[in-house]
């Protein structure tokens, strides 16, 4: 079972790259994992990452590919 990029018990790096040019805030969180889609049901303790970022963000995006995932958000 996946909580975030890699399988329970395994290792990973998860890269964060941050600017901050007047009034704006970027942020890239990247990994090197299989995305996993939201579940529809997380129970009431997990599950509201992307939930809270697009709440927080004025704007979302992820991008994933076999090599791995990238949130950006803005």
Avoid: F, K
């Amino acid at each position: 079972m996946y909580l975030h990029a890699y399988p329970a018990g395994a290792t990973g790096d998860v890269e964060l790259r941050a600017q901050h040019p007047p009034g704006t805030l970027w942020v890239d969180i990247s990994d090197e994992g299989d995305w996993q889609p939201p579940r529809a049901d997380c129970g009431p303790w997990r599950g509201r990452g992307l939930v809270l970022i697009n709440q927080l963000a004025g704007q979302t995006a992820i991008a994933s590919t076999a090599s791995g995932t990238t949130v950006s958000l803005t």
